[in-house]
């Protein structure tokens, strides 16, 4: 496909006549196998940065992400338009990681997204070195530095992967980084002479404003009647998402709620009756939105103060994408700022409290020391801190510095559908269903119902069709899917639907447990910092919003947006100011040629509201500039 232009890839796969700013230079870039440091904000098209150049050189592209949500979005998409793409996740089991792979090296696949915990299992690297790799796509390239909000550990070994592969070029890419993480994600990677491109961070159409209120419910409901349109309300909790969404909808707000927390099926026909327009509103944790592609978003409001202003910046991004006019409201009340630095304060537990709980989750899944490396477990929160005796909310944290230090990975709202693929061939398949005649109507209606392709690749599948088109009940075809399973003749994964554990290493023993204590101070110390720069957005009242927001990325911006909240009202007391410049001119002008009463001089001033003569009036009689005479006429001082 090398002959073709970039910009026919882009047509033919994407339908666009052109390129966004930026993207063709990085295509380009990236084409003459140089590695590429790419910035580009939130809904600035990153993805086309990297599917363009990838599908014009043979090969398979790994992209290396740990969002899975965003590897389920743009396998689907990918798909779709008839490009092979397939991913390897948490919740696979080894034998389907196993035919993905075969997949990659035997099949015609042109992308394969995976996590980075799974580039340096034996497995991967084995099959790895059989690919013809085309390219190698670090995305959300913020991960690599511990001076970023999302520091995750195994993304320090991509450089060490990449050592595997060393004629292969890199593209890191990212929406949010300040200088400084620009600067570890080229260290930290081992980039060489890494092409920089950055798309500026201001975004033309996009309102920002910060609200200091006493009801944060009654400035929702005059926000969303005065911006009508598609909205996203984000909120801290899972409760409050069902809190807020049960008083808009008492005020006639067209609304649904949506968590992490949420069964699979709920959360997709939520998110679809929203993305579809049937559904106005959605009250959300920040579970919601990533990797969801909608362009009319109007407006998006904070009910709760984000934790960075990097998280704040991708979700306040998710609105406008269209182009068209758009907001993002902050609302918070007078000590929220403060209570964010406290939380973020408590969020860091005591190293014996982390230890205790690595420790419970080892005799949780029952692992000796020296095993479960690479392993997926489905995990309840709730159950454990049960059994264990462990308080939720530290409890919580303590995994998350566990997922930081590179001991386990924990995806929070992960969903994997039942996956099916014959493990024999159709002759082998005929003698099977010759000699056991009562799976003979099954197996055919499976083959009806998804065709050929199950033979040697692994489909995603639903037990309800099939149970409908051959007339069963779901129970009997997951039974009769499990005792093929169990006979080898199929490979069945079971629908998975609650946050799973990974080990990445081997279990450890809790007295040689490998954590870097002056690191997790380190990041104490840097999310305390970034929660005071939420703390000081938000009390920043001299400063354009936008300017505000670039100088914390490392972007310079002489010219204010004229858009936020500081922009709107200093362009309004400028006018007001232009305005009573005119009027005060007049009133004396009038006033000179005679004394006149209030009635007499508001009278005279033809084309002005009264009320604003009187304002003007006022203003004047305290800066002495009139005075009233002995009869209770205005006249000049």
């Known amino acids: ?62 992209v290396i992400t740990p969002l899975i949500a965003l590897m389920k979005d743009q396998v689907h998409q990918l798909t779709n338009k008839g490009i092979k793409a397939t991913s390897i996740h948490a919740g696979m089991s080894k034998r389907e990681i196993d035919i993905t792979l075969d997949n990659c090296v035997y099949g015609s696949y042109r992308f394969l997204y995976i996590s980075p915990e799974r580039l340096h299992t034996d497995l991967f690297q084995a099959r790895v070195l059989k690919m013809q790799v085309s390219l190698i796509v670090v995305d959300e390239a913020h991960c690599v530095s511990q001076w970023g909000y999302d520091f995750r550990p195994l993304y320090l070994k991509i450089a060490e992967f990449r050592e595997l592969l060393p004629d292969k070029n890199i593209i890191a890419l990212t929406a949010t980084a300040t200088t400084e993480v620009q600067e570890d994600i080229v260290d930290k990677l081992a980039l060489k002479n890494a092409q920089k491109f950055q798309v500026s961070f201001a975004r033309a159409n996009l309102s920002y404003s910060v609200r200091e209120v006493e009801d944060k419910y009654a400035k929702l409901l005059e926000i969303l009647s005065a911006v009508r349109g598609t909205a996203i309300i984000y909120v801290r909790t899972r409760k409050a998402t069902k809190e807020v969404s049960d008083f808009l909808r008492k005020n006639g707000v067209s609304v649904d709620y949506y968590h992490g927390g949420l069964a699979h099926q709920l959360r997709s026909s939520k998110q679809d009756q929203w993305i579809k327009g049937a559904t106005r509103v959605v009250v959300a944790t920040n579970a919601f939105g990533m990797g969801i592609d909608k362009p009319d978003v109007r407006v998006v409001v904070h009910m709760d103060l984000p934790e960075t202003l990097e998280a704040y910046y991708q979700e306040a991004g998710r609105a406008g994408r269209d182009g068209n006019k758009a907001y993002a409201v902050i609302l918070h009340y007078p000590n929220d700022g403060n209570d964010l630095i406290k939380r973020v304060e408590q969020s860091h537990p005591p190293i014996e409290l982390i230890k205790r709980v690595y420790q419970s989750l080892a005799n949780y899944y029952k692992l000796a020391v020296g095993s479960g490396e690479g392993v997926s477990f489905d995990f309840t929160l709730n159950e454990f801190c049960e059994i264990y005796g462990l308080d939720s909310l530290p409890t919580y944290q303590s995994i998350k510095k566990l997922a930081e230090q590179g001991l386990i990975q924990m995806n929070e709202s992960f969903y994997s559908p039942s ?42 599948i639903s037990e309800q069709k099939i149970a409908q088109n051959i007339q069963i009940t779901l129970e009997e075809v997951k039974k009769k899917l499990h005792a093929l399973h169990e006979q080898q003749i199929v490979a069945y994964e079971s629908a998975k639907d609650s946050p799973q554990v990974i080990f990445t290493l081997p279990r450890q023993h809790e007295n040689n447990l490998p954590i870097d204590q002056p690191f997790l101070k380190s990041r104490k110390k840097l999310a305390a910092s970034k929660a005071t720069a939420v703390n000081s957005y938000i009390k920043h009242h001299e400063q354009c919003r936008t300017q505000l927001l670039l100088e914390y990325f490392g972007e310079k911006k002489e010219e204010r947006c004229g858009v936020c909240d500081f922009c709107i009202e200093d362009k309004r007391s400028h006018q007001q100011d232009e305005q009573f410049v005119k009027i005060r001119s007049a009133i004396l002008n009038e ?43 205005l006249t000049v001082g």
């Open 1 to 62: 496909m090398r002959h073709l232009s970039v910009n026919l890839v882009l047509k033919q796969y994407w339908g666009y006549d052109h390129f966004r700013p930026q993207q063709k230079e990085i295509v380009e870039a990236v084409l003459k196998g140089g590695d590429v440091l790419a910035l580009l904000p939130t809904g600035g098209g990153k993805s086309v940065c990297f599917q363009v150049p990838a599908l014009m050189v043979e090969g398979v592209c790994l």
């Open 591 to 633: 006033l000179v040629q005679a004394p006149m009463d209030v009635d007499q001089l508001t009278s005279s001033l033809v084309g002005v509201k009264p009320s604003v003569t009187i304002e003007a009036i006022r203003a004047m009689l305290d800066f002495e500039e009139i005075k009233y005479d002995d009869v209770g006429r």
């Open 419 to 460: 996956r099916l693929m014959f493990l024999v061939d159709n002759t082998a398949l005929y003698e099977y269903m010759i000699a056991n005649a009562q799976y003979e109507p099954f197996i055919k209606g499976v083959l009806r119902a998804y065709g050929g392709e199950l033979v040697g690749d692994y489909l995603n």
